[in-house]
């Protein structure tokens, strides 16, 4: 059984910044890799930034230069620095963490939280 808690969102003024964190737990030593995805309604949950756990990441062009991802392999926790925040930003991020199992790969997602950015 897998969790992933995820905590940070709030609204906020454009310009301005957060940072959203996600802990996982469960019976897996080891999540790789971790990310964050955004989903607006009425669209397609698309990608915003992952980490593997040697620290290779990977960003979407739309937040490159304003967000870092970074984790904490120790605690299978992985964070979202949100910078220069811009009202399209406004949406519900969603945590995900990937494991292997041999030759199988499994995910598991977080419940979402919600990040608003008033203009």
């Known amino acids: 059984q897998v969790q992933l808690v995820e905590s940070g969102g709030d609204l906020v003024q454009a310009g301005g910044s957060l940072r959203l964190s996600c802990a996982a737990s469960?019976?897996?030593?080891?999540?790789?890799?971790m990310g964050w995805y955004r989903q607006a309604p009425g669209k397609q949950r698309e990608l915003v930034a992952t980490?593997?756990?040697?620290?290779?990441?990977n960003y979407a062009d739309s937040v490159k230069g304003r967000f870092t991802i970074s984790r904490d392999n120790a605690k299978n926790t992985v964070y979202l620095q949100m910078n220069n925040l811009k009202p399209e930003d406004t949406t519900v991020y969603y945590c995900?963490?990937?494991?292997?199992?041999?030759?199988?790969?499994?995910?598991?997602w977080g419940q979402g939280t919600q990040v608003t950015v008033s203009s």
């Open positions: 995900n963490a990937r494991w292997r199992i041999v030759t199988r790969w499994y995910e598991h």
């Open positions: 469960g019976t897996i030593l080891s999540f790789d890799p």
């Open positions: 980490i593997t756990s040697g620290g290779n990441t």
